[in-house]
T-cell receptor, first 113, second 115 residues
Framework: AQSVTQLDSQVPVFEEAPVELRCNYS??????LFWYVQYPNQGLQLLLK??????LVKGINGFEAEFNKSQTSFHLRKPSVHISDTAEYFC???????????FGAGTRLFVKA | EAGVTQFPSHSVIEKGQTVTLRCDPI?????LYWYRRVMGKEIKFLLH????????ESGMPNNRFLAERTGGTYSTLKVQPAELEDSGVYFC?????????????FGPGTRLTVL
C-alpha cells in the first residue's frame, strides 16, 4: 500500500521569499508523483508531475520539485513566492500498476506582504 | 472548453436523508473519478469509471454510497441514508486517455454537511 506524508500543514512565508513544501511517500512499488494546487473555491490543478527521467521537474507558475528515490521524497520549491501563490498544495502518488491516486493531507501556503 | 462541473456546490441535509451529487466531466473524457476529503484530512479516492463501467470502486466506504454513469457522460453519487461521518467535500475529476499518468482535471467540489 502507498501513503503520502506532507510534513507541514501550514507554511507562512513573506512575499518574494523562497519556499519549500515537503512531501515524503511510502510505497513497495514504483510510483508516479504529482503536485496539485487548490486555490480558494476552485478544483485542484496539476502543478507538475514526475514520471521518469530527470529528477528535477519544472511545473507551472515557477514551481519545481525534485524526486529523491533514496529518501522517498518529492519536495516542492519556488525561489520567490507571490501573494497569488496563497493556496493549498497537495502531493500525490499513483503506483505504476493502477489508477488510484493517493493524496497527502495538504499544505496551506500563506504568502504575506 | 468547459471544465469539470459539479452540482450542487453545497448541500446541507439531516442524518438519514438522501443526497445525490452530480458531476459533468469535460466532454470526450472517458475517465471519471470521485474523491472525498473529510475535515482537512487527505483527499481519498472513491472510484473510477471508464465510460459507463466501474473500473475500480475499492475506495467506496460502504453500501450506502452508489455511483452511476449512465451513457458514459455525467455521473451521480448517491448517499442513502446519509450519516454524520459522510460530511466532507466530494471532488470529481476526469481525464481523456486511459493512461494512469494522464492529467486529471478536477471540479470545484460539492461540500456536503450532514447534521
Amino acid at each position: 500500500a502507498q501513503s503520502v506524508t506532507q510534513l507541514d500543514s501550514q507554511v507562512p512565508v513573506f512575499e518574494e521569499a523562497p519556499v519549500e513544501l515537503r512531501c515524503n511517500y511510502s510505497s513497495s512499488v514504483s510510483v508516479y508523483l504529482f503536485w496539485y494546487v487548490q486555490y480558494p473555491n476552485q478544483g485542484l490543478q496539476l502543478l507538475l508531475k514526475y514520471l521518469s527521467g530527470s529528477t528535477l521537474v519544472k511545473g507551472i507558475n515557477g514551481f519545481e520539485a525534485e524526486f529523491n528515490k533514496s529518501q522517498t521524497s518529492f519536495h516542492l520549491r519556488k525561489p520567490s513566492v507571490h501573494i497569488s501563490d496563497t493556496a493549498e498544495y497537495f502531493c500525490a502518488v499513483i503506483n505504476t500498476g493502477g489508477f488510484k491516486t493517493i493524496f497527502g493531507a495538504g499544505t496551506r501556503l500563506f504568502v504575506k506582504a | 472548453e468547459a471544465g469539470v462541473t459539479q452540482f450542487p456546490s453545497h448541500s446541507v441535509i439531516e442524518k438519514g436523508q438522501t443526497v445525490t451529487l452530480r458531476c459533468d466531466p469535460i466532454s470526450g473524457h472517458d475517465n471519471l473519478y470521485w474523491y472525498r476529503r473529510v475535515m482537512g484530512k487527505e483527499i481519498k479516492f472513491l472510484l473510477h469509471f471508464v465510460k459507463e463501467s466501474k473500473q475500480d470502486e475499492s475506495g467506496m466506504p460502504n453500501n450506502r454510497f452508489l455511483a452511476e454513469r449512465t451513457g458514459g457522460t455525467y455521473s451521480t453519487l448517491k448517499v442513502q441514508p446519509a450519516e454524520l461521518e459522510d460530511s466532507g467535500v466530494y471532488f470529481c475529476a476526469s481525464s481523456q486517455a486511459q493512461i494512469r499518468t494522464d492529467t486529471q482535471y478536477f471540479g470545484p467540489g460539492t461540500r456536503l454537511t450532514v447534521l
